[in-house]
């Protein structure tokens, strides 16, 4: 069954704006993982957290993770237009690997 | 670069066919999954494998069957294909482990009419 659940999902912004989606999600984990998808492809792997990690930056992405609210957070700063995509959490427990539904971002030029 | 290859892009079959989709990785990873993606659905794990031969079920295995008989293909099998499996179909692979990126495939698009 599906792990993670996105909020919001649908979000618009104008370029420059930051963007945060957030993942919530019912059992334990040993990491969580967010993904890109452009429109029609495959998944892309952009960060890992590790369940004993509070925050993680890498380039423009920030995520923070709350193992007690059981939520994730992604903050994409100083969006582009090539950053329009559907973004997913997954959690792992245990080899298992379950994903959300995704947030769809729109970042307007 | 990890490579992992879905054999069709776009397919159309008719209800009842058989319907094979392939998918080939090379990274020698010992994890291979078969996601389908619906809208508002998200990822839903259909089957996966973590080694030759060997085959779990995820949560939407009706309807479909896998086959793994070298390390490096997984193949999903719709024995029946209905219109209710058109969609959208992901392969993946990954190292055996907890904490190891998901690699994707480019997906493959089902329509069965």
């Known amino acids: 069954s599906q792990q993670g659940e996105e909020d919001p999902q649908a979000l618009s912004i104008q370029e420059g704006e930051n963007a945060t989606m957030n993942c919530s999600y019912k059992t334990s984990i040993n990491n969580l993982q967010w993904y890109r998808q452009n429109s029609g492809r495959g998944l892309v792997h952009l960060i890992l957290i590790r369940s004993n990690e509070r925050e993680k930056h890498s380039g423009r992405l920030r995520v923070t993770l709350d193992t007690s609210k059981k939520s994730s957070s992604l903050l994409i700063t100083a969006s582009r237009a090539a950053d329009t995509a559907s973004y997913f959490c997954?959690?792992?427990?245990?080899?298992?690997?379950?994903f959300g539904a995704g947030t769809r971002l729109t970042v307007k030029p | 670069d990890v490579k992992v290859t879905q054999s069709s892009r776009y397919l159309v079959k008719r209800t009842g066919e058989k319907v094979f989709l392939e998918c080939v990785q090379d990274m020698d990873h010992e994890n291979m999954f078969w996601y389908r993606q619906d809208p508002g659905l998200g990822l839903r794990l259909i089957y996966f494998s973590y080694d030759v031969k060997m085959k779990e079920k995820g949560d939407i295995p009706e309807g479909y069957s896998v086959s793994r008989e070298k390390k490096e293909r997984f193949s999903l099998i719709l024995e029946s294909a209905s219109t209710n499996q058109t969609s959208m179909y992901l392969c993946a692979s990954a190292e055996h482990g907890s904490g190891n990126t998901i690699y994707f495939g480019e997906g493959s698009w089902l329509t069965v009419v």
């Open positions: 997954a959690t792992d427990w245990n080899n298992d690997m379950r």
